[in-house]
């Protein structure tokens, strides 16, 4: 198993009741499966609690502690004209609402601040691999931001607990937010991060595991992340990268070119937003005084824009995908499952696409981030 795993290495039905639960354990699956000691391995216990979750069905409905959530952020988006710098502002004055994790993956870890490319970058060491002078697996997290704010100190609670839960040594660098930094400077800062990871510097000072270098995306951060994917393959450097995971990922041009008439859209949840997000993306490429003089009709097939319409011949060789979002996920759901039937032909390249029931765009509730929360650590025991 993977760098996230702590589970023993065979377990018996009564160990897998209480790792499980009563309620989803399967005696006769278990009985198929075991092994001639009557137990089953951890691999095969994570194998079928991924196949379980992957596998629930739709809920129809946003979960019952979230629900009142969308009502007001859909009337806020419905309420704000364009995105003007003094509009980018006031969101600014709210991003550490982003970091959602608890604050106790904090004291977990020794967190440190470098420099790449003359930009800060956090890292995060799990306690439990700080006396480890050897080989370490390591991620590089994007964050998100709705490609307008952020950077790496308003997302350490998140980088925290992503380094705990994979046990892996996790990068937060700076790529920078629209519109004071365009695409191009995006993928060179995030390009640079990536590289850095490879390094001697690196290696020398964090005994980096460079046949385990993952990179993860949330939000704006999983364009970013499949943007350096796509410049990796580009370049023909795919295998500098284990694994690329998309996390609620802004990738495609699923919203143009409704963005102009939202009221179009069959789905409640574009219908707020469509506009104000294509206009973000805009920025990365424009001016805020020009963001609705931006042409669309002459940039949707834009790569550069949206990386999930990469050609063909750049997808086939990127490194293995794993997408995951929410039912309800007005940025993200979309564009993750078409991209998913991109990726599903060529062999090798999706790992999986998870998209969990009732939750949305970051937004879980409690017990859908329970529900999160453990799909997170059995995806890192597989793919890291």
């Given amino acids: 198993m993977g760098s996230g795993a702590s589970l023993p290495e065979f377990i018996d039905p009564e160990q897998c009741k209480e790792i499980v639960g009563e309620t989803y354990f399967n005696q006769e699956k278990f009985d198929s499966i075991k092994e001639t000691n009557g137990k089953i391995t951890a691999a095969q216990l994570t194998d079928l609690m991924l196949d379980s979750i992957l596998a629930a069905p739709p809920s129809g409905k946003r979960n019952d502690d979230i629900a009142p959530l969308w009502d007001q952020m859909s009337t806020g988006w419905a309420q704000v004209p364009a995105m003007q710098m003094k509009i980018i502002e006031l969101f600014r004055g709210s991003v550490d609402m982003l970091d959602q994790a608890p604050d106790i993956y904090l004291a977990q870890c020794a967190i440190t601040k470098i420099q790449i490319k003359e930009k800060p970058c956090n890292v995060f060491i799990p306690k439990a691999l700080e006396v480890i002078q050897d080989a370490r697996p390591v991620q590089i997290f ?25 046990n892996s040594i996790v990068l937060c660098p700076t790529v920078g937010y629209a519109p004071e930094n ?14 850095y990871v ?47 995971w998309l996390d609620i990922p802004a990738i495609t041009n699923d919203f143009v070119p409704k963005w102009k008439e939202p009221e179009t859209e069959v789905q409640d949840m574009h219908k707020a937003c469509s506009k104000l997000h294509m ?22 097939e834009n790569a550069e824009a949206f990386p999930a319409l990469m050609d063909d011949e750049t997808l086939a060789k990127l490194p293995p995908v794993l997408i995951t979002t929410g039912e309800f996920d007005h940025v993200g759901k979309r564009g993750s499952e078409q991209f998913a039937e991109r990726l599903k032909p060529v062999e090798g390249k999706l790992l999986a696409c998870y998209v969990q029931p009732g ?3 970051g937004v879980y509730g409690t017990e859908g981030r329970k529900l999160r929360d453990i799909a997170e650590r059995l995806f890192y025991s597989k793919f890291l």
């Fill in 198 to 244: 490879h390094s001697d510097e690196a290696e020398e000072k964090y005994y980096f595991d460079k046949a385990r270098v993952a990179i993860r995306g949330e939000s704006h951060g999983g364009y970013t992340a499949l943007t350096v994917a796509r410049e990796a393959a580009k370049l023909d450097e795919p295998n500098l990268i284990k694994f690329v």
């Fill in 279 to 300: 206009q973000t993306i805009a920025l990365l490429f424009t001016d805020p005084d020009k963001v609705e003089e931006f042409n669309w009709d002459e940039n949707k």
């Fill in 182 to 195: 365009k695409a191009v400077e995006w993928l060179e800062n995030a390009y640079a991060a990536l590289k």
């Fill in 142 to 166: 994007y964050h998100g931001g709705g490609f307008i704010m952020g950077g790496p100190d308003n997302f350490k609670k998140t980088s925290a607990k992503l380094a705990v839960t994979s």
């Fill in 359 to 361: 939750v949305m765009h």
